[in-house]
C-alpha cells in the first residue's frame, strides 16, 4: 500500500491478554497538499494578485493628486500670463474684391510675412507656489525687429482687386495678452507705433483651455495691433520690445522669409520642442541659451495670402518651436513609473521570505505573507504623500528606510533568530536600490529592469535547485514505504 503507513499497536485486554491489531494512518488528501512547497508557491501567486488591488488605487490617487497639482499650475498660470505662444508682427491690409459686374464688393485681408524676422529674449524665472503645488514662471524683454518687403504681395492683386494701404496694420498674435505689461518701444521706421489690444480676426495661434470634467477645447488666442503711419510698399524695418511674462513654456511662429531666434534664461533643465530644434545650444548648470536659424522654405507658412471675410483663419501651429521649462524630478511621474515596477518588488520580498522559510525549516503562515505585502505596499503610499512635501530622492530614503526596517524587523519575529532574518534586508536595500536606479535612468529603464528580473529568477533557480517541491511529507511517506 504505497498511499499508507501502517503501525502495530498493542494493548491490554480485560483477560490480561495482549490484543493485537493494525490501524491504517492515512493523512487527509488536502492536508498532504497543503504541506507541499508547490501549494505555498501558488498560494504566493495569489496573494500578489490580491494586492495589485491596491495598487491600481494608489495608481488612481497619483493620477488625482496629478490632476489637482495640474488645477493650481493652471491657476497660477492664467493670473500670471498663461503659457506664450507668439506669431508676427505681420502687415494687414483691408481690401475688397470686385466681381465682373463690379456690382458686389466681397472684402478681405490681405496678410503679409516679414522678409526678416529676428527675435530675441533672456527669461528670468521663478517658482510660484500654492499650497504644496509649485509652477516655474518667466518675465523677459521681448525683442522684435526686421525687414517687411510688402512689394511682392501688393503686386499679386488681380486687376478686380483693390487695397487701401492708408488702414494697414501691424498685428502681433498671442495665446494670451493678459502676460503683456508694458510696450518698451515700438518703431516702423523710427516713427513710434502705438498698440491696442486685438489681432484683427488673424487667428493663426490658438491656445487650450481646460474644464471641469477634465477635457480640453482650444480657443482663438489674442494679441496686438498697431496702425502703421504712412505706409507704402518700399521696404521698412520694425524694432519693437515688450515686456512680458508667462509660465511653462513658450513658443515661436517662424513667419519671417528668414527667421533668427535667440533664447536665453536662468534656468538649467531646458527641454527643445516643436518643428524645429536650436541649431546651436549651451546648457548649463544654471542656465541656457540656443538660436534658431529658419528660412521659409522648411516650414509650409506662406509669404503672404489673402484672409476672406468671416473665415476661421489658418492654423499653422505645427510649424511652432521653442522651449519647455522642464523640470528635471517630476514627483508624479516618478510615483507613476515606480508602481508599474511594484508587482516586481513585491514578488521579491515574498520569494525571500519563502527561501527563508524552506532554508530555516520553519512554517510561516500565509498571513504573514500577506502582510509584508501590505507592508510593501504601503511604501509606494509614503514614496507619493512624503515626495510632495520634501525632494524625491529624500522622500524615497525614508520610505525605503523605514520599510526595509520593518520588514527586517518582522523577519525577526518569524525566524529563530537574527542569522538569517538580516538576509530580508539586504534583499530589500538591493531592491530599493534598483528601483532608484530604473526611476533615474529613463532611457535606459527596460534594459535595467530586464536585466534585474533574470538575475532574479536564475539566482533563485540556483537556490531551489535540490529542493523537493511535493514538501518533506511527501519524502518521510517514500521512505516509509521503501523500507
Known amino acids: 500500500m504505497p498511499n499508507k503507513v501502517l503501525a502495530t499497536l498493542y494493548t491490554k485486554g480485560a483477560n490480561g491478554g495482549i490484543l493485537t491489531f493494525m490501524e491504517t494512518n492515512e493523512k487527509p488528501t488536502f492536508k498532504k497538499i497543503t504541506k507541499g512547497y508547490t501549494f505555498k508557491v501558488l498560494l504566493l501567486v495569489v496573494l500578489v494578485l490580491l494586492l495589485l ?3 491600481a488605487m494608489i495608481r488612481g490617487i497619483i493620477s488625482e493628486r496629478r490632476h489637482t497639482a495640474d488645477s493650481a499650475e493652471a491657476d497660477i498660470m492664467e493670473a500670471w500670463g498663461s503659457r506664450l505662444l507668439e506669431a508676427g508682427p505681420f502687415i494687414t491690409i483691408p481690401g475688397i474684391r470686385l466681381d465682373e459686374f463690379r456690382s458686389v464688393r466681397q472684402p478681405f485681408t490681405l496678410v503679409v510675412m516679414p522678409q526678416k524676422l529676428n ?15 509649485s509652477v516655474p514662471l518667466f518675465s523677459s524683454e521681448l525683442s522684435l ?23 494697414a496694420e501691424l498685428v502681433i498674435a498671442l495665446s494670451s495678452q493678459k502676460g503683456i505689461r508694458k510696450i518698451g518701444r ?29 477635457s480640453t477645447s482650444s480657443v482663438p488666442g489674442g494679441g496686438i495691433h498697431a496702425v502703421i503711419p504712412g505706409f507704402t510698399d518700399a521696404k ?39 518643428s524645429f530644434l536650436p541649431g546651436s545650444s549651451n546648457i548649463t548648470y544654471s542656465s541656457f541659451d540656443a538660436v534658431w536659424d529658419i528660412n521659409y522654405l522648411s516650414r509650409d507658412i506662406p509669404l503672404f495670402w489673402r484672409s476672406e471675410s468671416g473665415s476661421e483663419g489658418r492654423d499653422y501651429a505645427t510649424s511652432m518651436f521653442g522651449v519647455n521649462f522642464f523640470r528635471a524630478i517630476d514627483t508624479y511621474s516618478l510615483n507613476t513609473r515606480a508602481v508599474k515596477y511594484a508587482i516586481l518588488f513585491l514578488i521579491v ?9 524552506v532554508f530555516v525549516r520553519t512554517r510561516i503562515h500565509p498571513v504573514p505573507y500577506l502582510l ?24 524615497y530614503t525614508l520610505s525605503a528606510l523605514a520599510v526595509t526596517t520593518m520588514m527586517t524587523l518582522y523577519s525577526r519575529s518569524l525566524l529563530s533568530s537574527w542569522n538569517k532574518c538580516w538576509y530580508m534586508g539586504l534583499v530589500m ?15 535606459y529603464a527596460l534594459l535595467i529592469g530586464s536585466i534585474g528580473a533574470f538575475v532574479i529568477v536564475g539566482l533563485v533557480m540556483f537556490l531551489t535547485r535540490k529542493l523537493n517541491w511535493y514538501g518533506a511529507e511527501t519524502a518521510e511517506i517514500k521512505e516509509n514505504v521503501n523500507e
Open 53 to 55: 488591488i491596491p495598487l
Open 119 to 133: 527675435i530675441k529674449t533672456d527669461f528670468k524665472t521663478e517658482i510660484r507656489k500654492r499650497g504644496i503645488f
Open 145 to 167: 525687429s526686421g525687414v517687411f518687403d510688402p512689394d511682392i504681395a501688393i503686386a499679386s492683386l488681380l486687376p478686380n482687386e483693390q487695397i487701401f494701404p492708408a488702414q
Open 186 to 214: 515700438a518703431l516702423w521706421n523710427q516713427r513710434e507705433l502705438f498698440f491696442q489690444p486685438g489681432n484683427q480676426n488673424i487667428n493663426i495661434i490658438r491656445r487650450e483651455i481646460s474644464s471641469w470634467d477634465k
Open 236 to 274: 521698412s524695418n520694425f524694432d519693437i520690445a515688450i515686456a512680458i511674462q508667462g509660465g511653462q513654456l513658450v513658443r515661436f511662429m517662424p513667419v519671417g522669409q528668414d527667421t533668427h531666434v535667440e533664447i536665453s534664461a536662468d534656468w538649467a533643465s531646458p527641454s527643445f520642442q516643436g
Open 349 to 357: 520580498p515574498f520569494l525571500t521570505l519563502f527561501l527563508l522559510e
Open 372 to 395: 509584508s505585502g501590505i507592508g510593501n505596499v504601503i511604501f509606494y503610499l509614503l514614496l507619493l504623500s512624503l515626495s510632495e512635501q520634501l525632494p524625491f530622492y529624500f522622500a
Open 429 to 443: 536595500i538591493i531592491s530599493y536600490i534598483l528601483l532608484y536606479a530604473v526611476l533615474n535612468a529613463e532611457s
